[in-house]
């Protein structure tokens, strides 16, 4: 029965987790989940007493204070399939509350390069969360989350928007990216038919990881919502990154922030 322990619920020689190497404590329950490595310094500049807890593979994960509040951060990867890992994972080590931070595409010109959007549900095409549960299962952010990004934002002064995203799981031609500009290279008429399709269902954010997320988070019993620097307007066809990424980590530490006092008081049930 061990070994097939082993094999079901991998671990490391020292017990900890396979791919994030964690063991239960520690994290702290909120956590800041953003796909890159490299954002979990911007992360980090608005913490206090940072503390390095593990790296392997693309996942880092590290934990500090913010204004006296104990939060984490570990990046995902790239898309749903590695974020998978991470939240079963991190449910393992004990975390109840993840808030992903990443850049997406935009499809509403009112929104400019640097401005903040907070997916509030997801079409899913992901392709990981499929394997999870049927294609019809919803993908959505906690709304308590939602309440919590859009109070940071207000309290910071940022611009920023609710949304509903599209997830695609691919960043070329799933987001309706020509493989080359040649007459005679493939281009399916699906592919080029993404975006006016997309846009007539109200989709504002373009990206490819937050809805399979969503779902896995929630399957785990993790309350979760996202926060995305727009960087890439398709309809302006602007590509910038303007601070968005800082501002993002700003408002989501803040946001755990408010979640924390709110859970504290029994503000909302969960």
């Known amino acids: 029965m061990k070994e097939l322990n082993q094999v079901l619920d991998p671990k490391t020689k020292d ?12 994290m702290p329950g909120y956590v800041i989940v953003p796909g890159s490595p490299e954002r979990i310094q911007k992360i980090i500049a608005n913490w206090d007493n940072v503390q390095d807890v593990a790296e392997n ?32 994972e991190l449910q393992k080590a004990g975390v109840h509350t993840c808030i992903r931070i990443g850049t997406t595409g935009c499809l509403d010109p009112e929104f ?7 997916p509030y549900a997801v079409i899913r095409k992901d392709g990981t969360s499929e394997c999870y549960i049927e294609p019809e299962f919803p993908s959505f952010a906690d709304p308590i989350v939602v309440m919590a990004l859009a109070e940071a934002c207000e ?16 960043f070329y031609m ?28 109200g989709v504002k954010v373009l990206e490819m990881d937050t809805g399979g ?10 309350r979760m919502g996202a926060i995305l620097a727009v960087v890439a307007n398709r309809k302006t066809n602007n590509f910038a990154y303007n601070n968005g990424e800082e501002k993002a980590c700003l408002a989501t530490s803040l946001a755990l922030q408010i979640l924390k006092e709110w859970d504290d008081e029994g503000r909302f049930r969960r």
């Open 112 to 118: 400019d390069n640097g401005d903040l959007l907070i």
């Open 213 to 222: 997320q969503f779902v896995l988070a929630y399957l785990q019993g993790i």
């Open 155 to 170: 309290r910071l002064g940022y611009k920023y928007g609710l949304a509903l995203e599209y997830t695609a799981g691919s």
């Open 15 to 26: 017990g900890r987790s396979y791919f994030l190497h964690l063991k239960e404590g520690d």
């Open 174 to 201: 799933g987001q309706g990216r020509p493989l080359s500009d040649e007459p005679d290279s493939y281009w399916p008429s699906w592919a080029a038919n993404i975006l006016p399709d997309i846009e007539q269902q």
């Open 57 to 88: 593979r693309h996942y880092i994960s590290k934990r500090g204070t913010f204004h006296g509040m104990e939060q984490g951060a570990t990046s995902t990867g790239i898309g749903a399939l590695s974020a998978e890992i991470c939240f079963n």
